[in-house]
């Protein structure tokens, strides 16, 4: 006997149980994911944003100190002029002057532009972080609301996934592969049994050499149209006796 077919059927029978139970979840667990993204984005721009003000900071202070120490060179010059002895001197200091104080003037507006935009970035990061509250009250209830709705049906969930592990281990790797494959594809499923000698998923006509071979239960095969993997209306029958 081929039991692989059989032990698919059953797995099969797990895993519709439990897509029943997580539909039963609704929009919950792709909210809870999505306000979850959602708040790994905003914690992502809060870090960014609080490293740019942070580099404007350290800029604008550089910056400014940058302006006292060509002011304080200014006054040391000035002082200088005092003591000048010829029109040369004199020049050279006044045009170290003038450069020093168009050095400072263009510190000061260096350090007014990374002030205000240390400002406009303190502002965005207030609103993130105000973005970044409202998500973690509305993540919370929704986690709490998921929760909630789990815990009716948590043994069950359990016990469900825990047969599913059991049967799963007794089936080769390879069908496995196949079937979850075809599951995917298929809304869930993939082994139907034929009915009225037609394929249980798509209702193609089913050949009656092939429906023989089937009742045997010795090898594998799939729908021509579809793609699902068959079983005899009698075995899916006494799966489905044994798991009642």
């Known amino acids: 006997m081929h039991d692989n077919i059989s032990l698919l059927y059953t797995l099969q029978k797990c895993d519709l149980k439990l897509m029943d139970l997580e539909e039963e979840k609704g929009d919950l667990p792709g909210i809870v994911r ?3 993204d959602r708040g790994s984005e905003i ?9 740019s003000m942070n580099e404007h900071i350290t800029t604008r202070e550089q910056s400014t100190l940058e302006a006292e120490a060509l002011n ?4 040391i010059l000035k002082k200088q002029l005092y003591q000048v002895r010829n029109n040369k001197e ?9 450069e020093a104080e168009t050095g400072i003037t263009k510190k000061l507006e260096e350090a007014d532009a990374h002030d205000s935009k240390q400002k406009d970035l303190a502002i965005s990061l207030d609103d993130l972080k105000q973005q970044q509250d409202s998500l973690k009250s509305e993540l919370g209830e929704r986690e709490t609301e998921l929760q909630s709705v789990s815990q009716v049906h948590e043994e069950e969930e359990l016990h469900l996934k825990d047969q599913r592990d059991k049967i799963a281990q007794r089936i080769s790797t390879d069908m496995l592969v196949i ?13 139907v ?33 579809c793609g699902r993997i068959l079983i005899a209306e009698e075995i899916a029958a006494e799966v489905d006796k044994v798991a009642r």
């Open 193 to 225: 049994p034929i009915k009225r000698g037609a394929c249980g998923g798509c209702y193609k006509t089913v050949p009656p050499q092939l429906i023989l071979l089937l009742r045997k239960n010795d090898v594998t095969h799939f729908c021509e149209n």
């Open 72 to 75: 304080e060179r200014v006054e």
């Open 43 to 51: 914690r992502s721009k809060i870090d960014d944003v609080q490293t």
């Open 179 to 191: 079937y979850d494959r075809i599951r995917r594809a298929k809304d869930g499923i993939a082994v």
């Open 34 to 36: 999505n306000l979850t």
């Open 90 to 98: 004199y020049d050279a200091i006044t045009k170290e002057i003038s």
